[in-house]
């Protein structure tokens, strides 16, 4: 059997009425994020594969995508999704350090 979880997952099973189910987990793994240049390339793949091939997002842009998300796909889909339709709202080519900035602070507002 295989059990998959979040990292919440991991703080459950500490518990001690979940003792028994800990001990019978013979062998754990724990995912890290993507390192910057992984990260880098992630994007740009993902760009790749949706037809983009202009550069959307300045360099700048992404390291803070890098240093934002901690190298996890899923937080880096949802900040660069969040910059482009940002982009695309103020009819601009390319995401720039400023915008990137206003896009990272609306997410850390709605986050709390």
Do not use: W
Request: charged residues 25%; proline residues 3%; positive net charge.
């Amino acid at each position: 059997m295989i059990l998959v979880g979040q990292p919440e997952l991991r703080r459950i099973l500490r518990l001690k009425k979940y003792e028994a189910t800990a001990q019978r987990i013979g062998l754990q793994y724990h995912l890290t994020g993507l390192t910057k240049e992984e990260t880098i390339a992630y994007i740009r793949h993902q760009l790749h594969l949706s037809g983009i091939e202009q550069p959307v997002f300045a360099e700048s842009v992404l390291q803070r995508v890098y240093a934002a998300s901690q190298g996890i796909p899923r937080v880096i889909n949802l900040i660069c999704s969040r910059a482009l339709f940002d982009a695309i709202n103020r009819r601009q080519e390319v995401t720039e350090e400023g915008d990137i900035a206003r896009v990272l602070a609306d997410f850390e507002r709605q986050r709390g």
